[in-house]
Every structure is written in structure tokens, then in C-alpha cells.
T-cell receptor, first 111, second 114 residues
Framework: DGGITQSPKYLFRKEGQNVTLSCEQN?????MYWYRQDPGQGLRLIYY???????QKGDIAEGYSVSREKKESFPLTVTSAQKNPTAFYLC??????????FGPGTRLTVL | AQSVSQHNHHVILSEAASLELGCNYS??????LFWYVQYPGQHLQLLLK??????LVKGIKGFEAEFIKSKFSFNLRKPSVQWSDTAEYFC????????????FGPGTRLSVLP
């Protein structure tokens, strides 16, 4: 089955720690995205990558970092500089901008 | 900057009632339009999409949406909702000058009472 996997499903972080969220896709899509979902705010774009070894900041990139070393993988690091990291994080991919496919999400809680 | 607005934050309906969720976007050029749904505990999934052609598009589970270019709107409709339609609904826009990026609305939570 083709799709997007995200891990872990739940993640707890202490203040001051960096954490990395995993996103893998086997859809052979070029473009991948990270969104943050907060109640009442919809999905806000953190970072996106249209091809391997290239990525761009989205609307709320501060305090986050990404890498795109392989086509199928687009990990997101939430750094200690992110002031309010508790949220639901969604990874997505697309080919040609025709439709986005989403992973199941990771819920990050800062303790 | 492009933006997408959705008219209602939370809609509560009884089963068999008709549904219309509003969506407006702020871009004057060619757009691709989408409605996504997020059922409780499930992935975001595509309900329907509009790229070109007939402005009335049909999606899964009896949903349809109408693109009205003059009003910059893409409202979602269903003639008769079911309890299983309880979910959060997101309108999204993609424009070619925005690359492969999508702008999402804030979402509308639909609660259907049995």
C-alpha cells in the first residue's frame, strides 16, 4: 500500500530539548510538506521541499529545521527555540500540486 | 498573500438536515480548489477537488461543491447529512504561481446529532 507514515504518534518533550519527527512516503512524490495544526487555525505551513536536497521556509518556520537527503524522507526537528511547540504535526506529499496526501500525524506535547 | 476563509467555526445539525459550508479565497488568478475532511482519529483525506471545467464538482460520500469565480467562493454542500459526517472540514487553494503550495482555511467543525 502506498502512503505516508509518521512516527511517533505521540511525543513528549521536556523544555530545552530538540526532537525529530519522522515522515516517510512511498508514493514517489517529489514534493513534501510539514504543517502544524492548532485548534481553530487550520493547517499552517512550516517547511516544504519540492526536490531532494532543497527545501524552503513556510509561514511559521522559526524554531524548526528540516532535511531532505532522500526523496522518500523529510524529517522535521523541533528545536528548543520554538516557543510554543505543543501541537499536532502533519506531513504531506504531492505530485504536480494536484492533491496532497497526508500522514496520520504526530502529537507533540512539551512537559 | 493568499488566504482562505471559512464562514463557520462550528456547525451543529441534526441528521437529514442539509449542509452548506462556506469557503472564500483571496487570489484573482487561476486556482485549484479542494475540500479535505478529517474524521475523528483519522488522516486528512480529500473530499473533492476543482481544477477546471464544470464548476459543480461531486466528491465522495454524496458531497458536492460549487466554484463561483466571481465570488471567489467554493462552498461545500450535502443534501442530507448523517451522523458519520461528523468531522472537521478544510477548504484549500493551490495556485500555479505559488508552486506546489497549498493554503488552507481554518476549518469548520461539523457535529451531526443522531
Amino acid at each position: 500500500d502506498g502512503g505516508i507514515t509518521q512516527s511517533p504518534k505521540y511525543l513528549f518533550r521536556k523544555e530545552g530539548q530538540n526532537v525529530t519527527l519522522s515522515c516517510e512516503q512511498n508514493l514517489n512524490h517529489d514534493a513534501m510538506y510539514w504543517y502544524r495544526q492548532d485548534p481553530g487555525q487550520g493547517l499552517r505551513l512550516i517547511y516544504y521541499s519540492q526536490i531532494v536536497n532543497d527545501f524552503q521556509k513556510g509561514d511559521i518556520a522559526e524554531g524548526y529545521s528540516v532535511s531532505r537527503e532522500k526523496k522518500e524522507s523529510f524529517p522535521l526537528t523541533v528545536t528548543s527555540a520554538q516557543k510554543n511547540p505543543t501541537a499536532f504535526y502533519l506531513c504531506a506529499s504531492t505530485e504536480g500540486g494536484f492533491e496532497q496526501f497526508f500522514g496520520p500525524g504526530t502529537r507533540l506535547t512539551v512537559l | 498573500a493568499q488566504s482562505v476563509s471559512q464562514h463557520n467555526h462550528h456547525v451543529i445539525l441534526s441528521e437529514a438536515a442539509s449542509l452548506e459550508l462556506g469557503c472564500n479565497y483571496s487570489y484573482g488568478g487561476t486556482v485549484n480548489l479542494f475540500w479535505y475532511v478529517q474524521y475523528p482519529g483519522q488522516h486528512l483525506q480529500l473530499l473533492l477537488k476543482y481544477f477546471s471545467g464544470d464548476p459543480l464538482v461531486k466528491g465522495i460520500k454524496g458531497f458536492e461543491a460549487e466554484f463561483i469565480k466571481s465570488k471567489f467562493s467554493f462552498n461545500l454542500r450535502k443534501p442530507s447529512v448523517q451522523w458519520s459526517d461528523t468531522a472537521e472540514y478544510f477548504c484549500a487553494v493551490n495556485t500555479w504561481n505559488y508552486g506546489q503550495n497549498f493554503v488552507f482555511g481554518p476549518g469548520t467543525r461539523l457535529s451531526v446529532l443522531p
